[in-house]
């Protein structure tokens, strides 16, 4: 049975949908919802930002905080009440070090599909919070439901 599901929130294609089908499970199982946004300062220098600009921190910061937000509101318009959780670090680290604080049964994500040179050179969000979760990962990939663990 699953009592606390934990969303991760980003600006992905799959975010509505991500929201959508936690929102089935938690109103299923009369779960406990929280969302979390993990505002990663390494993703800057994945990016090649020359200088850290402490305004082009603050505007990405607030950025990951609003996705969050609009999270919140969108699973309250759809009447599914949710507790918020903004961090920062290493998204797959943060997000399984949350999940094994409150105890989630269930870590929900997007998965957003990339070339195969570029799955290469990148590492698999998806794939690194199943090896790192401390509970089931479910995966939502352009419209269909992927189970893993």
């Known amino acids: 049975m ?5 969303v991760a929130v980003d600006a992905s294609d799959q ?3 991500v929201l959508r089908h936690a929102a089935e499970m938690t109103r299923h199982f009369g779960a406990d919802l929280h969302l979390v946004s993990v505002f990663d300062l390494n993703q ?3 990016a090649r930002v020359p200088e850290p600009v402490p ?29 918020c959780h903004f ?3 290493a998204v797959i680290e943060q997000i399984a070090l949350l999940a094994e604080r409150i105890n989630a049964d269930l870590v929900v994500t997007g998965h ?13 969000a998806a ?14 990939k352009e419209g269909k439901v992927v189970l893993d663990r």
């Not at 699953?2 to 934990?6: M, T």
């Not at 199943?130 to 089931?136: E, G, L, M, V």
Request: glycine share 6%; net charge neutral.
């Open 2 to 6: 699953l009592e606390i599901i934990l």
């Open 15 to 17: 975010k509505q949908a």
């Open 44 to 46: 800057l220098w994945e």
């Open 55 to 83: 305004e082009i921190f603050e505007s990405l910061e607030a950025e990951s905080k609003k996705l969050l937000q609009e999270a919140q509101q969108q699973l309250s318009e759809w009447g599914v009440l949710s507790k």
């Open 87 to 89: 961090l920062k670090g």
């Open 112 to 124: 957003r599909y990339v070339s195969g040179l570029r799955r290469l050179l990148e590492s698999s």
């Open 127 to 140: 794939k690194g919070l199943i090896d790192k979760s401390p509970c089931s990962v479910m995966i939502v």
